[in-house]
């Protein structure tokens, strides 16, 4: 018979052994489901390329909606890139799934209703934080950069550059917005634990300033904008970690001998 592709994650108990051959048929499994979701996504977006353009041009001003381009090929090319990025953009939750299904397992047992409620809060969280980017970071950021030195500069943007920042800071702010799972996600595998987040808060802060800092744009309006609901999302990783975390892996070995 033939094999069927399978979508949820393999049930493999923390004690289980799995050889070299096991390990890297899961791997190649997930990364076929990944490759077939990235395909898919981008057949979706080709084909509706035209309103997906205006929907991305829609945070620009008025006055800078107008992109130019400088060769033969470069709205062809452009529009392969528009739907490439936005492609990623859908595909993104289901990789997320796909390295979480293929990792955690290995560390600690996954009843059906948690794994449902990761898959539910990862597509939530970072539909959140790409919606949160198009309708509040993206319009401020460009009003602010393309009226800067409005008195000295003749700003034109070029389509191929300006598709590239949009679609950069949507993906951002989207895996941004991923940060109460990722925490969560640790906490369960052992790595780390809600009490370690609570005493590290001054160095997630700072790490969330040099990522705002690093991403397109680095303006400190947007800035401000990405950081803020960091810390309420940092507050709920928390509370998850508390929820979902298992002992250290380091503390798991004296706990099974006792």
């Not at 299904?101 to 597509?123: E, K």
């Not at 300006?162 to 702010?173: E, I, K, P, Q, V």
């Not at 040099?210 to 991403?215: C, P, Q």
């Amino acid at each position: 018979m033939p094999r069927t592709l399978r979508i949820a994650p393999k049930r493999v108990r923390s004690d289980d052994r799995l050889d070299l051959t096991e390990h890297l048929g899961e791997l190649r499994h997930r990364l076929i489901v990944s490759a077939l979701a990235l395909v898919i996504a981008f057949a979706g977006m080709y084909a509706i390329h035209g309103q997906l353009i205006e929907i991305l041009t829609w945070p620009l001003p008025a006055d800078h909606q107008e992109l130019i381009t400088l060769s033969p090929t470069e709205p062809f090319f452009t529009t392969l890139k528009v739907c490439f990025w936005a492609a990623i953009l859908v595909a993104l939750p289901v990789w997320l799934y796909q390295l979480y299904a293929y990792v955690i397992p290995a560390v600690s047992d996954q009843p059906r209703r948690v794994m449902i409620a990761v898959v539910t809060g990862l597509a939530a969280l970072f539909c959140a934080g790409v919606a949160f980017g198009y309708l509040v970071v993206l319009p401020v950021a460009l009003d602010f950069l393309t009226g800067f030195g409005g008195e000295t500069f003749n700003t034109q943007l070029r389509a191929g550059e300006y598709f590239g920042f949009a679609t950069t800071m949507l993906l951002a702010s989207g895996l941004m917005f991923e940060v109460p799972i990722a925490m969560a996600a640790l906490a369960r595998m052992g790595v780390a634990s809600a009490g370690l987040y609570r005493r590290q808060w001054r160095v997630a802060v700072v790490g969330m300033a040099a990522i705002a800092a690093v991403l397109p744009g680095g303006d400190p309006i947007s800035m401000v904008l990405l950081m803020l609901p960091q810390f309420v999302l940092y507050g709920v990783g928390i509370a998850l970690a508390a929820e979902f975390g298992q002992a250290p892996l380091w503390r798991r070995s004296d706990l099974d001998a006792v």
